[in-house]
């Protein structure tokens, strides 16, 4: 059976993501920070910080020990809606490191372990806000454009060896996280995407998974319609 790796699974859409694969019969590692919550014979919980290079590159090589990584799932991510003149340096700072630096840790020790496989597939994790050069999320938008620049290079660089490197954007997703948010904020985008429902957790993975088993290499697919102004 096909092992994943996914970062970020404690909740929301990592946490969902587990547990899809694993009812469609993979073998899932799941990176979080703190406690898990999943609980299944074939889930392991890893406490990961995705920030911290020599922690993320020991669990990595305790699962390549074990088997093979034919799936990473780069969803672990942080965000931050900051007027960009009144946007603290240390925010600036902390959304590079965990979603650019994050993910690039995660790609360049799973992705020297699938190449030794000469096979895999890894999926990063981005945001309409790119696209749309949303106003108010300068710092967010920068490290994730970093993550769509990362992807669009490594699928350059990976696929001589079989590995596919892609990535999926997504606006507000239904969790915790974005509750949080105004719901004005909220419902802008998502009229702006053409999404007035906006996106349930199920809907993410529906679409994540599809784009999983569709797009060619260095592509980059988002939820609903970013050619709007």
């Known amino acids: ?36 919550v999943l609980t ?4 392991t ?31 672990a991510g942080a965000a931050s809606m900051n007027a960009l003149l009144l946007t603290p340096a240390a ?20 992705g020297k372990v ?3 496989q000469r096979a895999g597939r890894i999926v990063n994790v981005t945001t309409v806000a790119v696209p749309l050069s ?5 710092a967010y938008v920068a490290s994730k454009a970093a993550v769509e620049a990362l992807t669009k290079v490594a699928a350059r660089e990976l696929a001589s060896s079989g590995i596919i490197v892609s990535a999926v954007g997504f606006g507000p997703i239904d969790t915790a996280l974005t ?19 906006g996106t349930t957790l199920a809907a993410a993975v529906d679409f994540l998974l599809v784009h999983l088993h569709s797009a060619e290499a260095g592509r980059i697919d988002y939820l609903g319609d970013v050619t709007r102004p």
Not at 16 to 22: D, I, Q, S, T
Not at 179 to 197: E, F, H, M, Y
Request: proline share 3%; glycine share 8%; aromatic share 4%.
């Open 134 to 138: 949303l106003e108010g999320e300068a």
């Open 45 to 75: 919980a890893h406490v990961v910080d995705i920030t911290d290079e020599t922690v993320l590159r020991a669990a990595v090589a305790s699962i390549a020990e074990a088997g093979r990584i034919d799936l990473l799932i780069n969803n």
């Open 40 to 43: 299944h014979e074939r889930f």
């Open 179 to 197: 509750r949080a948010v105004p719901k004005a904020a909220l419902a802008k985008i998502n009229d702006t995407i053409g999404r007035p429902q």
């Open 91 to 110: 925010v600036a700072e902390r959304l590079m490191r965990v979603n650019y630096l994050g993910t690039f840790h995660c790609l360049q020790a799973v």
């Open 114 to 116: 699938m190449v030794r």
């Open 1 to 36: 059976m096909p092992t994943a790796l996914i970062t970020g699974t404690s909740q929301g859409l990592g946490l969902a993501l587990a547990e899809r694969l694993l009812a469609d019969g993979w073998t899932v590692h799941g990176f979080a920070r703190g406690p898990q």
